[in-house]
């Protein structure tokens, strides 16, 4: 698995991911709001799937 998310891209899909679970967690949002695990994994792993299937990438060129 080679990297392709950017330390930008990381800082906010782990924020957002955060956010989106307390909110569901504390009854503001629907379940749906656990999809901020996701968020959380691919922050942590550093790598995202659906950009490898697009063959996108944020992680600058070395």
């Not at 800082?11 to 503001?28: F, K, N, Q």
């Amino acid at each position: 698995m080679k990297s392709n998310l950017h330390s930008f891209d990381r800082i906010l899909r782990l924020l957002a991911g955060v956010v989106l679970i307390g909110l569901t967690a504390m009854g503001v949002i629907g379940e749906w709001g656990y999809v901020g695990v996701v968020l959380v994994v691919t922050a942590l792993i550093n790598f995202c799937p659906l950009y490898r299937i697009f063959r996108f990438s944020t992680k600058n060129k070395d």
